[in-house]
């Protein structure tokens, strides 16, 4: 109506009240559009200390109201400290509201010692029907909730509860709370019912989604209740029922329980096995590996003492230099690696064709025992080799090669972020 008559002034100062009105009715949209649209250059002081003291409660409200939804309040947070600031600046002679704000500020920054206190301070200067009381005391529940302790903050959001009900608070939260709170008591919760009853009955918020969730969850926690209580009854009258099964199904247990250790028994008794044939496997391959590297060891003792006695230093310089005897010695290293991790780890390349795609897996036959290098370098990574310049001088090859490898083996990946975590566990008992 200011509008349509082009008052301006008494637009603004309607705005400036809808401030505290709309967080209310759940018309936060609107609140953030009167916000947005108010130029603040153009206030009085007097309208401008209404301004910001009305978007800091309106803002305190909003996180009131999303208490339980934690995402959703830390969108809101920024815009509360910055207009809880502003109202600080401007309302530094009202000692009540000054301490109303601090109360919320230091709740929501998590000191509820500080909060708790600036909290009490207004409860002893103003009276039950004022609404700062009844603000007061349930910021004090909160912080009591928060440090675990059940009985003073039932105390306090009591004490809210009936400031809402003298100030004939119709949104009810306080008294909602409080349902909510006594509802874990069996012996409160007919009570507890019927506070919530009435604080949907008398609630005329229901448009505001995050209260009207608030108090649906809280029936059907009385409801839960009730039925938790039901079938407390039905329990025992089952548990009659369940205790003459259970002697039917101990005996069968008692059978399946020695058939498992037979079973458990003869598994140990295979790994046992295993492992004795793995031990000679790999004492054949290290004997075989030892009796290899002392054979080329005295060939060039023999071929060195020959070119020597010739005088032949340039021969044996080149034939050192080609790297012939440790590509030889190499192969033969990698060809006994390759045989025993198959011995040991028969699943390897199973267990690893899994963490990849099915395009991608590796095919490698029972008889050829021969690993592909970049399987390799991860056969080298089960066994807990980890040193990387230790490795490619093992296999002959550079570490940005080594890196390649294994790079080519993670991008075959069908979950590339946890192939590293998923190898760590192949090949386990």
Not at 50 to 66: G, L, P, R
Request: hydrophobic share 40%; aromatic share 10%; proline share 2%.
């Amino acid at each position: 109506m200011a509008k349509k008559q082009k008052n301006d002034s008494l637009a603004t100062e309607a705005a400036i009240s809808l401030l505290k009105i709309y967080p209310k009715t759940g018309l936060i949209k609107e609140l953030s559009q009167i916000l947005n649209d108010t130029d603040i250059s153009k206030l009085t002081n007097k309208q401008l200390s209404e301004f910001y003291i009305n978007a800091a409660i309106a803002y305190a409200h909003i996180m009131d109201i999303y208490a339980v939804y934690h995402d959703v309040q830390k969108e809101y947070k920024t815009d509360w400290m910055y207009y809880y600031d502003k109202a600080i600046d401007v309302c530094s002679n009202d000692i009540l509201l000054t301490k109303y704000l601090q109360t919320k500020y230091f709740f929501i920054v998590g000191d509820y010692y500080a909060s708790a206190d600036a909290a009490r301070s207004i409860l002893s200067k103003v009276p039950c029907s004022n609404e700062l009381y009844g603000e007061a005391a349930q910021i004090l529940a909160r912080c009591y909730q928060a440090r675990g302790k059940t009985l003073e903050q039932t105390y306090y959001q009591a004490l809210a509860a009936i400031s809402s009900v003298t100030r004939a608070d119709r949104e009810n939260m306080a008294l909602n709370l409080l349902g909510n709170l006594i509802c874990s008591d069996k012996r409160h919760m007919q009570r507890a019912h019927s506070y919530l009853a009435s604080a949907i009955e008398f609630s005329p918020y229901r448009s505001n989604p995050a209260q009207t969730d608030i108090l649906l969850n809280s029936i059907n926690n009385i409801n839960l209740g009730y039925r938790v209580k039901w079938n407390n009854n039905m329990l025992l009258f089952w548990s009659l029922m369940v205790f003459v099964l259970l002697s039917l199904v101990l005996l069968a247990a008692l059978l399946a329980r020695n058939k498992r250790n037979l079973d458990h028994i003869k598994k140990e008794k295979d790994l046992a096995t295993r492992a004795n044939s793995n031990k000679e496997s790999f004492m054949k391959n290290f004997l075989e590996m030892c009796v290899l590297s002392t054979e080329r060891m005295n060939d060039l003792c023999r071929f060195s003492l020959r070119k020597i006695t010739a005088k032949q230093i340039d021969d044996l310089y080149q034939y050192i230099r080609s790297g012939r005897i440790m590509n030889e010695q190499r192969k033969e290293f990698l060809r006994l690696f390759d045989k025993s991790f198959f011995l040991a780890f028969p699943t390897f390349v199973d267990e690893l064709n899994q963490l990849l795609r099915p395009e991608e897996q590796y095919t490698i036959s029972a008889d050829q025992m021969r690993l592909p290098p970049e399987l390799r370098v991860y056969a080298m990574i089960r066994l807990g080799i980890t040193n990387v310049s230790r490795m490619a001088k093992a296999m002959g090859y550079s570490t940005n090669t080594l890196y390649v490898y294994r790079g080519k083996v993670k991008a075959k990946a069908a979950n590339k972020q946890t192939f590293e975590s998923d190898f760590a566990r192949i090949c386990t008992p």
